[in-house]
């Protein structure tokens, strides 16, 4: 099969022949038909990610059909359409026993702890417990746009932060990540204020459900003006790039006893951000996680999506082949573009 390879960090990636994937005893193959292009892709690629052994192939937003199943596997055959998230559960641990896959001990993740999904197919671990069966309404692009980014948003803002209708909420970095906060935020009632540092991905937040913008790049204190739109400050506040900046302004921009929830990752010289500790103590606010989200909640999302409550395919930027990504992947780190970017010809 064709793939995306890197055989070194921040090295120029291949196009290569490598070896078609079999599966194990509780997986399946999957021929990949779309595949999101991700941050995450980026600081794996930058060396940021401890599990990844080289050589590598990147990719974790996928969706496709199955094509080969292990003889353990009893809810999936050939020919089924599937996506999945990230970060898959083992089943058996006592995370997952408990409902929380999305932090399984023993995790497995396509793109870093295994090979991934830049590529025409790809092995995936413990199937019966992580794979989602898509509608037949929805498309492979839209599909993979969930990815990381749509799902994590959707934890961090239903289940973590509990967002309710009038309730503020602020969303730092209009990337793929924030345009999913604030799509989801705005679906459930809350008034979104959206902060980035380009009036490009502002005037797409404000289409998509942003109630008031902040740039950031002409704003002294970004933080006092998400309080004074807000009247007081956000009752949740989500960083959705994973900046010392953004990160320090999502806690300080919350009204009392409010909730910082943190999609964006925090890698490299990023990783230990200074925060307002006066601040949580004082205020007594709380600060969240999100990493993934578990495939049994996967239903409450796609029924919103059904619904018309939550249009995905709008932030969709815009489709590319395998050969492009390899020097996609590479600029991503520019942060230039809107809306999230899906490989779609491999």
């Known amino acids: 099969m064709r793939a995306a390879v890197y055989e070194e960090y921040k090295k120029p990636l291949e196009i290569q022949a490598v070896a078609d994937p079999t599966p194990g005893e509780d997986g399946v193959v999957i021929e990949v038909k779309a595949t999101g292009l991700c941050r ?57 026993v408990s409902g929380n896959h999305q932090v399984c001990d023993h995790q497995f993740q396509p793109g870093f702890t295994h090979w991934g ?24 692009v839209t599909a993979a746009s969930l990815g990381c980014r749509f799902v994590t948003s959707f934890r961090g803002v239903v289940d973590q932060g509990k967002v309710s209708a009038g309730q503020w909420v602020a969303v730092h970095g209009c990337g ?98 200074n925060i307002p500790m006066d601040q949580v103590i004082a205020n007594e606010l709380e600060i969240l996680g999100s990493h993934g989200m578990q495939a049994y909640r996967y239903p409450a999302m796609l029924e919103m999506i059904r619904a018309g409550k939550l249009q995905p395919e709008k932030l969709v930027g815009r489709t590319i082949t395998l050969d492009q990504a390899i020097t996609e992947l590479t600029n991503m780190d520019n942060f230039s573009g809107t809306g999230v970017t899906v490989i779609d010809r491999f």
């Open 176 to 273: 793929g990540v924030g345009l999913s906060a604030i799509m989801i935020a705005s679906a459930l009632g809350a008034n979104v204020v959206a902060v980035d540092i380009t009036e490009e991905k502002l005037a797409f937040a404000r289409s998509i459900g942003a109630f008031a913008t902040v740039n950031g790049l002409g704003t002294a204190d970004v933080a006092a003006a998400v309080r004074e739109i807000t009247g007081g400050g956000a009752h949740v506040s989500v960083d959705a790039l994973g900046s010392q900046v953004t990160c320090f302004n999502s806690i300080a921009n919350l009204r009392k006893r409010g909730k910082h929830i943190q999609i964006g990752l925090m890698a490299g010289e990023q990783r230990h951000p």
């Open 40 to 96: 995450s892709d980026w600081h794996g690629w930058m060396g940021h990610d401890p599990d990844i052994r080289l050589p590598h192939v990147p990719g974790h937003e996928l969706a496709g059909i199955v094509v080969a199943t292990g003889q353990a596997v009893t809810r999936w055959q050939p020919g089924d359409r599937v996506t999945m998230p990230f970060v898959c559960g083992c089943g058996t641990c006592p995370q997952c």
């Open 117 to 140: 999904s830049f590529a025409e197919y790809v092995a995936i671990q413990h199937a019966d417990v992580n794979l989602v069966r898509l509608p037949e309404t929805l498309d492979f």
